[in-house]
């Protein structure tokens, strides 16, 4: 070891030893007589001090010739500090250098390596290594390590066997594009890397593994966002012989145990709600639920308090809903306005907003006054369950849109009203989600989770019905805060029913057997029933540490244009490569 002990680890209770470290210059200050070194590694930082007349004179040149980032490694005695530092966990000393020696001198970094920083996005994912010398962003590692520690021990409890499973694979079916890798060996032939591990986990349900997991990289090649990269981390997992409840219960288990043992937070009630719930009463499929501000309907199929009052513009809707903002009967016509252009932007798309103030003196005054009675609105207000001083948001339109318009909304005045505290955690379950959903653009219908969802027995009658939106499948997905975590259902596990699937999605029987035929072969030789879930592991961890973007809890990540600007990725590759691999490109 070149070294005694580590930056973070000195105290009161060593002073007087003899101690050699290393590590990265944070900074110096000399003050002529006195100079001062921030000697930093991962484990801290622990203050260095050379003293003019005392310290040997070689190593008092040494530090004045020392910059930003040096790489050193010092030996000296540690000494109780005159002014103490209670800000650092080695603040009560410091270590009087009797050597010193530059281990290898670094170039200034182009950005200040500290936890607040003046690199911006750009030249820190450039100088990603210098960015990951940074206390939070080190931070945000450790805090993944963590988690997939903790992931692998709750399931290896539960008597999961972690699988690998094969990168260079075919086409998976979770309904991204697919990144292809061409095969030399194989000219004209592609694999393709997995959006998820799928089908091998459920290959592996029919081997007889009974519990899988693997914390796996996936690969979708999709445009970009902040919480996406085109490769991420998921916890997968599959379970044989189990019912829904016995999945949901199994990965509560594991939720409450990342919670208890990286937050110290017990989470109390997991509850469960339908999709049919969540998107009338909120408009996602995902809503965060630490807050109530659910919807009204002021007209739908089942209530219609607007007809007949020749407002051509609710006249014209089949969907009239609601949000009551507690308390904002008092907002300013310009804090109206700003939720009106919220609304209207092109991200969102309403084209405008209705509102009803339900004054505290008991008073009511609407963007609408001129269509409705005053009666009339009593009735909306009643309908909103609101007290004076609330304002009644109200949108509308056809189908689900005003419904996914006025979530974005009820998201905004949550955080306007600071409804959405990071601290506080709500975990449930979106069950009972739809087995499909029909494409306006391509006229078919798209397996809402993919094709080896398996519909809820009661409903595989629509299926030969050809009911097909009807169908509900046995579909979960955890949502924390309103984000979605994970998301996994029971599979189908019989040859038949999952011909008939592959058919209601406009496969051919050959189209099938070519991309599928393997997981239906396996499904003549005995498979159990099964069922399992994917976690993404990347928002996990952004979750846990308070931050929005997954990209700070990966170590290399790639940017909004899928780049790697560190190592310059993608590339072109040369000629001879093109040649072994038969390729010809066209750009
Ligand atoms: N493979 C699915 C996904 O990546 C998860 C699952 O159904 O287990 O979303």
């Given at each position: 070891m070149l070294r005694t002990h580590n930056n973070g680890e000195l105290r009161i209770a060593n002073v007087n030893e003899i101690v050699t470290l290393c590590g990265w210059v944070q900074r110096t200050r000399d003050k002529g007589g006195m100079i001062w070194i921030d000697l930093r590694d991962r484990y801290g930082i622990t203050q260095l001090m050379l003293e003019e007349g005392k310290t040997p004179k070689e190593a008092i040149e040494t530090a004045r010739s020392l910059g930003r980032e040096f790489v050193i490694s010092v030996t000296g005695t540690v000494v109780e500090r005159l002014s103490k530092n209670d800000k650092l966990p080695t603040g009560d000393i410091e270590v009087k250098v009797t050597e010193l020696s530059i281990l290898n001198p670094a170039k200034l970094p182009p950005f200040l390596i500290e936890d607040e920083t003046d690199g911006g996005d750009d030249i820190r994912m450039k100088y990603r290594y210098l960015d990951l010398r940074r206390n939070p962003v080190r931070q945000n590692l450790i805090l993944r390590h963590k988690m997939a520690q903790e992931v692998r021990s709750y399931l290896d409890k539960q008597g999961f066997i972690e699988v690998e499973t094969p990168v260079l694979i075919k086409s998976t079916p979770e309904g991204a594009r697919d990144f292809v890798v061409p095969s030399r060996m194989n000219p004209g032939e592609f694999y393709a890397l997995p959006q998820s591990p799928q089908t091998f986990k459920q290959l592996l349900m029919v081997s007889g593994f009974d519990r899988y997991f693997q914390?796996?990289?996936?690969?979708?090649?999709?445009?970009?966002?902040?919480?996406?990269?085109?490769?991420?981390?998921?916890?997968?997992?599959?379970?044989?012989?189990?019912?829904?409840?016995?999945?949901?219960?199994?990965?509560?288990?594991?939720?409450?145990?990342?919670?208890?043992?990286?937050?110290?937070?017990?989470?109390?009630?997991?509850?469960?709600?339908?999709?049919?719930?969540?998107?009338?009463?909120?408009?996602?499929?995902?809503?965060?639920?630490?807050?109530?501000?659910?919807?009204?309907?002021?007209?739908?199929?089942?209530?219609?308090?607007?007809?007949?009052?020749?407002?051509?513009?609710?006249?014209?809707?089949?969907?009239?809903?609601?949000?009551?903002?507690?308390?904002?009967?008092?907002?300013?016509?310009?804090?109206?306005?700003?939720?009106?252009?919220?609304?209207?932007?092109?991200?969102?798309?309403?084209?405008?907003?209705?509102?009803?103030?339900?004054?505290?003196?008991?008073?009511?005054?609407?963007?609408?006054?001129?269509?409705?009675?005053?009666?009339?609105?009593?009735?909306?207000?009643?309908?909103?369950?609101?007290?004076?001083?609330?304002?009644?948001?109200?949108?509308?339109?056809?189908?689900?849109?005003?419904?996914?318009?006025?979530?974005?909304?009820?998201?905004?005045?949550?955080?306007?009203?600071?409804?959405?505290?990071?601290?506080?955690?709500?975990?449930?379950?979106?069950?009972?989600?739809?087995?499909?959903?029909?494409?306006?653009?391509?006229?078919?219908?798209?397996?809402?989770?993919?094709?080896?969802?398996?519909?809820?027995?009661?409903?595989?009658?629509?299926?030969?019905?050809?009911?097909?939106?009807?169908?509900?499948?046995?579909?979960?997905?955890m949502v924390i805060n309103g984000v979605e975590v994970g998301g996994g259902s029971i599979r189908i596990f019989q040859k038949d029913l999952q011909a008939k699937m592959f058919e209601t999605l406009g496969f051919s029987d050959e189209e099938a057997k070519h991309q599928f035929g393997f997981l239906m072969d396996a499904f003549e030789y005995g498979a159990p029933p099964h069922g399992g879930l994917a976690f993404g592991f990347d928002r996990l961890c952004s979750l846990f540490g308070g931050s929005d973007s997954i990209r700070d809890f990966i170590a290399f990540p790639k940017n909004n244009s899928g780049r790697d600007v560190m190592i310059d990725s993608p590339s072109t590759i040369d000629a001879k490569q093109l040649d072994e691999l038969k390729i010809k490109t066209i750009v």
């Open positions: 914390i796996v990289k996936c690969f979708r090649d999709e445009d970009l966002r902040a919480d996406r990269q085109p490769e991420f981390t998921q916890i997968d997992c599959e379970m044989s012989f189990i019912e829904q409840e016995d999945i949901l219960q199994m990965f509560e288990g594991l939720v409450r145990q990342l919670f208890q043992n990286l937050k110290g937070i017990e989470i109390n009630e997991i509850s469960r709600m339908t999709y049919a719930h969540a998107m009338k009463y909120y408009g996602s499929d995902k809503p965060d639920i630490r807050f109530g501000m659910e919807f009204y309907e002021l007209k739908s199929e089942e209530v219609d308090l607007t007809s007949d009052k020749n407002f051509p513009v609710f006249d014209a809707a089949s969907v009239v809903v609601g949000i009551n903002a507690k308390g904002c009967a008092e907002y300013t016509r310009k804090q109206v306005d700003e939720l009106t252009d919220f609304v209207k932007r092109p991200q969102i798309g309403a084209k405008g907003l209705i509102y009803v103030r339900y004054n505290a003196d008991g008073s009511i005054k609407s963007s609408v006054d001129k269509f409705y009675s005053e009666e009339d609105l009593k009735k909306w207000i009643e309908a909103a369950n609101a007290q004076p001083g609330d304002l009644l948001l109200i949108l509308c339109g056809d189908g689900d849109k005003p419904r996914k318009q006025l979530n974005e909304l009820r998201l905004e005045m949550g955080n306007r009203l600071g409804l959405r505290n990071p601290n506080e955690y709500s975990v449930h379950w979106v069950v009972d989600f739809p087995l499909l959903e029909h494409s306006e653009e391509e006229n078919r219908w798209f397996a809402m989770h993919h094709p080896f969802t398996s519909p809820k027995p009661e409903d595989i009658e629509f299926l030969k019905s050809g009911d097909l939106g009807k169908i509900r499948a046995n579909a979960y997905d």
